[in-house]
């Protein structure tokens, strides 16, 4: 306790040094910084112009500075791409400007149908800027950077932030999370889930995430249920650049990161961009290994009205995992939390292409398009003892009856693949006129996955000398999937203060799967068509400025995913007839910003009809058992507070507090299972130098229950982390801790009754660093 405390103060005291340096750095000038309103992004190059002459532009970060200013003068800021603004300097730090995009002939700076606008869109949403990316940002996946978001909550199988990682956004897990890659979407058409670790470093071409609450918009289709994310890449950048970039951490953890960028050297039309990537860790956990690699590549192109972007992502991941959790009697043991045994091993390779096509057909009317094509193959593996041969159609003689085969038994390898692409299109027209505007648009989308398992390497004498040392297949089958989204988007500007929204969206999902007859296999022939319709209405009042008030209700569906219909890699698995689940979303909010603070404040209700939970299943590695709760609630209340009252440091708070809950059934009013109810998250950021910026982040996590009855508990945790970076022209140096105060938690768990209540944890890791260096020529 001494140290943490030694600890605690040396932080605070450095802090307090910092802070108070950058109050007394300056001279008479007047400061600020400029960002792009939607995104948070800084605007680098716009103009700052004095009204009775003279000014300054603003660098890359977005910031200024206009000596010998006088108080009372106006300023007005402009650039090509937003609209300009004007303000009366009444200080000399002006703290944060926000411009507001504007339609620009060739340039993708429409507000599209996926993007939301602050005082403008009535949703719930944040936005992760590429500066907070920059500083912040190392080796972890996406999910790990999302957790200081309000009413996020996110976690890792290894323990560090690689590997298999995990999103939930209001006790929504990823599963209702629509996710998007420059429009692309990423959940899987069968499972509805996201695999991060497929998309190794990602971050690292990000302009902005933007995370919407709540259903959000058209576009983002089904899986938009508990929120949106929306992962926004860069081709174009002013300057050409060349960046290599390598760190190493805590649990063997490296990385290694060659970007490049054309800037203009390809002529005034024509951008490009390139990035291998490659990120191993050993992981906190033992046996929680992974390897990911990456290449991304765009270009993109501007002619006249036009713009396209043609862009390509492979990615390559092979991790070791570890499915069953850490025994309770272990979590709190600094040793025994870390062991493991080998379980399995994931193997995928990922191809994603797209294009993002924007036309501006005159000044009102908009066209825009994604075309993209996603292809992916891999398997997981496992070595498993004592299997019957019934189970893997191993009696291909067909010599034993079935009660003989039950009894018959092999230790065996096998590998589980699939083969899947889909491939889509989505077109939409913006109309803009006076005081409307209508979005039209629809997706088309089709989805083929393979699947297949195989196995060799038998104990069985018998079955060697039958089937030799081959891979014998047991079980195929293939899923179909074809989606068509249609969607009308209005908003009506009443007056300059209120704004109201309508939206309908339309879907409907044509699915079948063909098991084939193996062995013992019943040969399933399955097909489903879901057809929903999903209004949304809102209004935001502009009260002023600097505040604005929103209202919102929508009402979403989701089909079930493929195995809540059917496990159909199993030969005795029968299909069950699962609901779609039905959501109706009522919310509220404002938003209140002045030149140093900024507010927002929201309350939801969900009233959720046939969610579809699920448990660990403790007797098959890589699966769930699913169950339905005919009704349950989600609400809460989310807020978010920023201060910016001086250029060189800045705070935010956030947090959320809500209530996940069964709504109807004998688990009336118990928690939902792996949902804390309190969130909150703070950020201080620093930079008392221009070349030095420091940060501490606090992330508080309530309490959770790991399963229905709301036995076990998984106990609430504070952890503190923080780095700093130094950066100079063409040398970058960050370091970072996670986990300040070496603090041991858990981050998920489960629990089951079997000759008594037994618990097992995933543990969170304890103190670890990672420190990383980066040329840019």
């Not at 190392?138 to 996020?152: A, H, I, K, R, W």
């Not at 890792?156 to 956004?169: D, F, H, K, R």
């Not at 709190?332 to 493991?340: H, I, P, T």
Request: include cysteine; charged fraction near 20%; charge should be negative.
């Amino acid at each position: 306790m001494l140290i943490q405390r030694n600890i605690q103060f040396f932080f605070v005291t450095c802090l307090s040094i910092c802070m108070m340096a950058s109050l007394y750095a300056g001279d008479m000038t007047v400061s600020g910084r400029v960002i792009a309103a939607d995104s948070g992004e800084p605007v680098a190059y716009a103009n700052v112009i004095l009204e009775d002459g003279g000014g300054t532009i603003t660098d890359k970060a977005g910031e200024f500075l206009l000596s010998a200013v006088g108080i009372g003068r106006e300023i007005t800021i402009s650039h090509i791409a937003y609209r300009d603004t004007s303000l009366i300097i009444s200080s000399e730090n002006l703290g944060i400007i926000r411009l507001m995009p504007t339609v620009l002939p060739g340039r993708d700076v429409l507000v599209t149908a996926t993007r939301a606008i602050e005082g403008v869109t009535p949703v719930a949403f944040s936005n992760l800027s590429a500066e907070e990316i920059r500083m912040r940002y190392t080796v972890e996946d996406v999910p790990m950077m999302l957790t200081l978001e309000p009413g996020v909550y996110s976690y890792s199988e290894s323990g560090n932030g690689t590997g298999y990682s995990y999103v939930q956004i209001r006790g929504f897990d990823q599963s209702r999370i629509a996710v998007m890659l420059d429009n692309v979407p990423l959940n899987d058409n069968e499972s509805h889930q996201v695999y991060w670790v497929d998309h190794a470093d990602i971050l690292a071409d990000a302009r902005d995430v933007q995370i919407q609450r709540g259903i959000g918009n058209s576009l983002y289709g089904a899986a938009a249920f508990g929120g949106s994310i929306n992962v926004q890449t860069r081709i174009a950048q002013p300057e050409p650049e060349l960046a290599l970039t390598t760190g190493y951490g805590s649990y063997n953890t490296q990385k290694i990161t060659l970007q490049a960028n054309s800037g203009g050297k390809l002529g005034e039309n024509l951008s490009a961009s390139a990035r291998f990537s490659a990120i191993s860790s050993d992981g906190y956990r033992e046996y929680h290994d992974s390897r990911q690699k990456a290449f991304a590549a765009g270009i993109e192109h501007r002619h006249g009205a036009m713009t396209n972007q043609l862009r390509a992502l492979i990615g390559y991941e092979n991790a070791n995992l570890a499915w069953d959790g850490v025994p309770a009697a272990d979590i709190d043991n600094r040793e025994a939390r870390r062991r493991g045994y080998k379980a399995y091993t994931d193997d995928f390779l990922q191809q994603i292409y797209s294009l993002n096509t924007l036309y501006q057909i005159h000044s009102g009317l908009v066209f825009r398009n994604v075309a993209y094509l996603v292809k992916g193959n891999g398997y997981y593996e496992v070595a498993k003892s004592g299997e019957n041969f019934y189970k893997y159609n191993l009696d291909v003689l067909d010599q034993y009856p079935d009660s003989v085969e039950w009894t018959l038994e092999t230790d065996l390898l096998r590998r589980k693949w699939v083969e899947n692409r889909y491939f889509g299109v989505t077109p939409g027209i913006t109309f803009l006129r006076g005081r409307y505007r209508i979005d039209a648009g629809t997706e088309l989308r089709s989805f083929v996955g393979d699947h297949y398992g195989k196995v060799k390497n038998f104990s069985s004498e018998e079955l060697r000398s039958t089937l030799g040392h081959d891979w014998y297949r047991y079980y195929n089958y293939i899923g179909e999937k074809l989606s068509a989204t249609a969607f009308l988007h209005a908003a009506v500007y009443v007056t300059d203060a209120l704004t109201l929204m309508a939206d309908l969206q339309y879907q409907r999902h044509r699915w079948q799967l063909d098991q084939k007859k193996i062995g013992h296999a019943a040969g399933h022939q399955l097909s489903a068509d879901w057809n929903f319709v999903n209004p949304h209405l809102g209004a935001m009042y502009r009260v002023n400025e600097q505040l604005s008030v929103f209202a919102n209700y929508g009402k979403a569906h989701k089909e079930p995913a493929d195995d809540q219909i059917i496990n159909a890699d199993d030969v005795t698995s029968e299909p069950v007839m699962a609901a779609a689940e039905a959501i109706d979303d009522y919310e509220c909010g404002f938003q209140f910003r002045s030149q140093h603070l900024s507010v927002k404040a929201n309350a939801y209700r969900i009233d959720f009809d046939n969610e579809q939970l699920k448990n660990i299943d403790i007797e098959q590695e890589g699966e769930y058992e699913y169950y339905q709760a005919d009704r349950t609630l989600h609400q809460g209340l989310e807020l978010e507070l920023g201060l910016q009252a001086h250029p060189r440091w800045s705070i935010s708070l956030n947090g959320s507090l809500g209530n996940h809950i069964f709504s109807s059934g004998e688990l009336k009013d118990n928690r939902i299972p792996n949902v804390p109810n309190l969130l909150l998250n703070g950020i201080v950021t620093v930079k008392p130098l221009n070349f030095f910026s420091l940060f501490v982040t606090a992330r508080y996590v309530g309490k959770q229950y790991i399963d229905n009855e709301n036995i076990g508990e998984n106990p609430a945790y504070l952890i503190f982390d923080g780095g700093v970076r130094i950066d100079f022209k063409h040398l970058e140096i960050s370091a970072k801790v996670n986990n300040l105060f070496d603090v041991l938690y858990s981050t998920y768990g489960y629990g089951y009754e079997w000759d008594g209540y037994w618990a097992y944890y995933w543990p969170g890791a304890t103190r670890n660093v990672f420190v990383s260096v980066s040329v840019k020529l």
